[in-house]
C-alpha cells in the first residue's frame, strides 16, 4: 500500500504493477475496517489522473506514441507538475517534444510507472497539484 492517509479530494495510488494499478477514491479512508470494493478503481490502460479526476479517452495506447497532442492535453489541466509514468522503464520522448517542453516552461517530469505513482502520491499529500499521465506500455 503506498497511502496511509485519507487524501481529501483527490485520488491516490494504493497499488501498481506493470499491468495496472489500483487508486483510492477521493474522500476514502482505507484504513478503517469497513473497506470495500467501490474504494478503489482499477486502471489498466493509460489514464491521466489528476485531482478527483480520471481521464481516459483521447489518450495514446503507449509512451511510443506520446506527442505533442499529450501535451496539449495535460496542459487542459491547472497542475503545476506533470508527471509522465512511461511504463516498466524510464523513458523520454523525441528530442523535440523536449524542445517543446523547455521552450514553453512546462514542468513535466518522465520516470518510470512505479516512481510516477509514488511521487504522485507525495505531492497530492503536500496539496501540491499535480496530474500524472499513467501509461502500461
Given at each position: 500500500m503506498l497511502q496511509l492517509e485519507t487524501i481529501e479530494n483527490s485520488y491516490s495510488f494504493h497499488s501498481y504493477d506493470t499491468h495496472c494499478a489500483k487508486i483510492i477514491k477521493p474522500n476514502r479512508n482505507i484504513n478503517s475496517n469497513q473497506v470495500?470494493?467501490?474504494?478503489?478503481v482499477e486502471i489498466s490502460s493509460t489514464t491521466l489522473v489528476y485531482q478527483n479526476q480520471l481521464l481516459h479517452d483521447t489518450l495514446p495506447e503507449s509512451f511510443a506514441q506520446f506527442n505533442l497532442d499529450c501535451i496539449t492535453t495535460l496542459t487542459d489541466y491547472d497542475a503545476d507538475i506533470f508527471l509522465i509514468g512511461t511504463g516498466s522503464g524510464a523513458l523520454f520522448p523525441d528530442k523535440s517534444i523536449l524542445q517543446h517542453i523547455s521552450q514553453n516552461?512546462?514542468?513535466?517530469?518522465?520516470?518510470d510507472t512505479g516512481a510516477a505513482c509514488r511521487t504522485f502520491n507525495i505531492l497530492t499529500s503536500?496539496?501540491?497539484?499535480?496530474?500524472?499521465?499513467?501509461?502500461?506500455?
Open positions: 470495500q470494493d467501490d474504494d478503489f516552461k512546462l514542468a513535466m517530469d518522465f520516470m503536500e496539496y501540491r497539484k499535480v496530474a500524472a499521465l499513467i501509461f502500461f506500455k
